[in-house]
């Protein structure tokens, strides 16, 4: 059976397909991701709120224009991976290989851009321990920054299997793009506790 074939059932139904998109496994860890990263936006809103004075002024020394530069980047990503799901629906693999392609490029400039203003606050002596605000910049930024290079990876698996039609699972496109909107929404988040919440 062809993957065309198999892919047939999906496509017919439509508007009328209401499964989960995915794996079940993606779903488990994304889930479980959201909540270790929930506990530590509390711990982060619980030390801030015992010392709202130091956190507030450690926070000036953040570029807010880098910070929106970044979330404009990544949900132009999330918006390049939302359109190669619905072309690879579609069954337009070569339309869905590119659109992951530019999903992927974007996320590598959200490292480059995030590279540059660590380099930036290292410069200007902000390092994790010279105050706690930047402890919990470098903390939560870093973990995020990790989880941004394992989606590239699984976009990079994607892009393998969108090349080879008899590797093509409808299952990985959506559960990459499920791991990828989690990212961004986690650097969403961090960008609004870190960057705007004044």
Request: hydrophobic fraction near 50%.
């Amino acid at each position: 059976m062809t993957d065309t074939t198999q892919e047939a059932p999906a496509h017919a139904k439509g508007a009328q397909d209401t499964h989960l998109p995915g794996d079940g496994a993606m779903w488990v860890m994304v889930l479980g991701d959201l909540v270790i990263f929930g506990s530590y936006f509390l711990i982060f809103m619980v030390h801030r709120a015992m010392a709202p004075q130091e956190f507030l002024e450690a926070q000036q020394h953040l570029n807010l224009n880098v910070g929106v530069l970044n979330t404009l980047v990544l949900l132009t990503s999330s918006w390049f991976v939302a359109r190669s799901v619905l072309a690879a629906r579609s069954g337009d693999h070569h339309a869905a290989l590119r659109l992951t392609y530019a999903g992927g490029a974007c996320g590598a400039l959200f490292i480059v851009i995030k590279a540059y203003e660590w380099t930036t606050k290292v410069a200007e002596g902000h390092t994790m321990t010279g105050s706690e605000f930047f402890m919990f910049y470098f903390m939560l930024t870093g973990v995020h920054l990790f989880h941004v290079s394992l989606g590239l990876l699984i976009l990079g698996i994607v892009v393998r299997e969108l090349h080879n039609p008899r590797k093509r699972r409808m299952s990985m496109v959506e559960s990459s793009a499920t791991y990828w909107h989690m990212v961004d929404l986690l650097w969403v988040v961090i960008f609004g506790l870190l960057y705007v919440m004044r």
